[in-house]
T-cell receptor, first 117, second 112 residues
Framework: GAVVSQHPSRVICKSGTSVKIECRSL??????MFWYRQFPKQSLMLMAT?????????EQGVEKDKFLINHASLTLSTLTVTSAHPEDSSFYIC?????????????FGPGTRLTVL | GESVGLHLPTLSVQEGDNSIINCAYS??????FIWYKQESGKGPQFIID?????DKRQGQRVTVLLNKTVKHLSLQIAATQPGDSAVYFC???????????FGTGTRLTIIP
């Protein structure tokens, strides 16, 4: 159980374009999902907390207009990197908490490798 | 500020031996701790967790120890296998805080 998927797993785009990444909880409902980015050989850095039906909460230093988050259902959150630039190239990972259990455990997706040319 | 860190960035262990990965945390209000395993190019995989009202918890081949006095967390992996090679992260959150704070990670390499 507690499987989280991401799509796409890998994307290459040109500078200036926008990229949407999907995060789905496959076998549970997630009122809260989280978006992280990870640079090579570094730890995960939380970007934002996504709550179903409400606006996302962004961490300090993360531009909300650049990283658009939508959590329209209990099983889907999306992250759109708008007007992507090479410095946005990174490994983006989402996680989800099971809304039906009294636990703080986050289950992670497999990640999305974004390369901006 | 608050931080969660690891003592050793890399660790090499002979296959079949036991390994211990350590983690220090600074937030005394932390009450929930998790160990994750991350293989190259993949997302973190949940291994084991522990709450602050416990000092030890065992899973399959893994044991997590929590010492609240010195704010120290460790992950013990018994009879290591090549598939255990990965980066291991500790993470914690405090009461009422749904966000996780991750440590810097330790790369574990199992030597055949």
């Amino acid at each position: 159980g507690a499987v989280v998927s991401q799509h796409p797993s890998r994307v290459i785009c040109k500078s200036g374009t926008s990229v949407k990444i999907e995060c789905r909880s496959l076998d549970f409902q997630a009122t809260t999902m989280f978006w992280y980015r990870q640079f090579p050989k570094q730890s995960l850095m939380l970007m934002a907390t996504s709550n179903e039906g409400s606006k996302a909460t962004y961490e300090q230093g993360v531009e909300k207009d650049k990283f658009l988050i939508n959590h329209a259902s209990l099983t889907l959150s999306t992250l759109t990197v708008t007007s992507a630039h090479p410095e946005d190239s990174s490994f983006y990972i989402c996680s989800a908490r099971d809304a039906t259990t009294n636990t703080d455990t986050q289950y992670f997706g497999p990640g999305t490798r974004l390369t901006v040319l | 500020g608050e931080s969660v860190g690891l003592h050793l960035p890399t660790l090499s262990v002979q296959e079949g031996d036991n390994s211990i990965i350590n983690c220090a945390y600074s937030n005394s209000a932390s009450d929930y701790f998790i160990w994750y395993k991350q293989e190259s190019g993949k997302g973190p995989q949940f291994i084991i967790d522990i709450r602050s009202n416990m000092d030890k918890r065992q899973g399959q081949r893994v044991t997590v120890l929590l010492n609240k006095t010195v704010k120290h967390l460790s992950l013990q992996i018994a009879a290591t296998q090549p598939g255990d090679s990965a980066v291991y992260f500790c993470a914690e959150n405090g009461l009422g805080n749904e966000k996780l704070t991750f440590g810097t990670g330790t790369r574990l390499t199992i030597i055949p």
